[in-house]
């Protein structure tokens, strides 16, 4: 694994290089498909900024709950810290990421953005569905170069050197973040196939959030980590998947039935 290099005297890590990679090739592709369909695209670049910094906030939340032991703890024991140890904490609960707090913190910024542009929601949200999955591409592959959210022990794959995470080095793994960066790929080309030929339209969004729900829920099985937190005997992740499918589908049964309404009308 190579989960840093050192560029201009300092270290970053590869997870940071291939994320702000994956946002200028995923915003690149909505900025051409926006042009390419005679619609603006500054638009398009405000909505993603809102959603970037809400996919932000989104997703450290979401891991600052995965580790509410820790945030309980510090709250119990604030006298016992200064300020700079009570910053060096709160960075080290809320100093991560999980895809999917990130992924609904998006949805909410991009669409307040929208919102108050008076955008039509549902053109440009298809405009912008696959581009998601796009972005997830690179940050996937960071994640394995990192060494972080890694497979269970399996007789195929590799073996971590240098994760970040101890407990993945030396034991050969199932390439699991390989796995849903390939299949993030092929639902891009998806999206951007129906996206192309108009199909859906409007419903793009969630039929994106019921596929790679459906996805996620199926590689949990085998993840290797147990960070991720468990929920009624479900990780965290499989959880929140059945969650969205379950409102993705009502939403999409509800919004037929209109459609059926408005054209007997």
Known sequence: MLPTIHLFGRQIGLYVI?????????????????????????????????????????????????????LLELINNREEYDFRELLTALRHIFGGTVFFGGLIGGLVG???????MKLPLGEYADMLTPAIPLFHVFGRIGCFLAGCCFGVESNIGFIFQHSLISVANDVRRMPIQLVESALNLLLFFLLAYLLKKKKLQGRLLPLYII???????????????????????MSTSQFISLILVIGCVLFLAIQKTFDRRGAVA
């Open 211 to 233: 596929l790679y729900s459906v996805m996620r829920f199926i590689l949990e099985f085998w993840r290797g980590d147990g960070a991720r937190g468990f929920v009624l005997g």
């Open 110 to 116: 991009g669409f307040i953005s929208a919102h108050m």
């Open 18 to 70: 291939l994320a702000i990679c994956g946002a200028l090739v995923a915003g690149a592709w909505a900025c051409y498909t926006a042009r390419r369909r005679g619609v603006d695209d500054n638009p398009i670049i405000i909505i993603m900024l809102f959603g970037a910094l809400g996919a932000f906030f989104g997703g450290a939340l979401l891991y600052g709950v995965l580790n509410i032991q820790l």
